[in-house]
């Protein structure tokens, strides 16, 4: 393989619209249907859609990608990827690289994903009352403490900033407690976590008709930590669960993308020895020099933004 890679790679997650199947009254934003048909529109016209079996040969030194090639990725394995995704890539004859999560049916939602139902339910200002209250005295002064530490990089300046630095404390410093807390304020304003996570995320018939169908599917870990807040036997055991649950569906060598986009250094290795060949980041990049950290564009935030994707 010679580097560097010249590839375009897409990052979507919900793709949904109001009310539709894949939102199920959760009131979850996404990309909306006709906001990513019309992006796929514009991605045609520029560039040469590629799959993961066309990366992977060219990362093996087997083939050449094409010019302005162009590879579509979805985060999360949830359910929007089946019933919305899904139709209009095989429709369009094209073919998209899933990265799902290592879920059974008795497991319930992870954490961020608990985080995005609450804050859709509760409003921001209400759910962040009722983690409050959940809280212990020490507990309450950790989350101050963690708060004030990413006020530079989430300042109070607007909405979207308190919220980012309120997921991103819940995500890392507070994470192991606040897990089931989460948990807890699920089942009483929500309901059943373990049932909503049945339907949530992809389950293997979907998985295996989408694979029929001429999808791919990569690793995205078992619990979806911050790859640099876990320590290098949480990171192995994240990524030997996720290739042991991808067997299933498909053989290695894999694509990986790290949860939130969250690095470390010693990911390489681990990576390799588990059976991933890739890995991909939320970096934005479009020529990539190391398999292990490849950059991707955010659809949404394009479209949201208007944005061209050169």
Partial sequence: MNYPLELTVMMYHYIRDPGDSADYGSGI?????????????????????????????????????????CLLTFDDGVRDHYLNAFKILYDRKLSGLFFVLDRSK?????????????????????????IWETLNFSQREQLIKADEHYQHKYPSVSLDGEVNRLKAVLQREVSAEINPLLSDLFEKYIGSETETARSYY????????????????????????????????QREVELRT?????????????????????????????????????????QTQLQHTDPYFIGRLDGEELASEGQRYV
């Fill in 106 to 130: 008795e497991e319930g939602l992870v954490l961020g994903h608990k985080i995005h139902f609450l804050l859709a339910h509760l409003g921001f200002t209400e759910f962040r009352a009722a």
């Fill in 202 to 233: 992809l389950n293997l018939d979907q998985i295996r008709e989408m694979s029929a169908g001429g999808m791919h599917f990569g690793g995205h870990s078992l619990t979806h930590p911050w790859f640099d807040w876990i320590t290098a036997d």
């Fill in 29 to 69: 934003p996404g990309m909306p249907v006709k906001a990513f048909e019309s992006q796929l529109d514009e991605l045609s016209k520029e560039y040469n859609f590629v799959t993961w079996s066309d990366v992977r040969l060219a990362l093996e030194g087997e083939r050449d990608l094409p010019k302005s090639a």
């Fill in 242 to 282: 996720s290739a042991a649950w991808l067997r299933q569906i498909e053989p290695g060598p894999w694509a990986f993308a790290y949860p939130y986009g969250g690095l470390s250094d010693d990911a390489p290795e681990l990576l390799n020895k588990n059976g991933f060949i890739a890995a991909f980041t939320t």
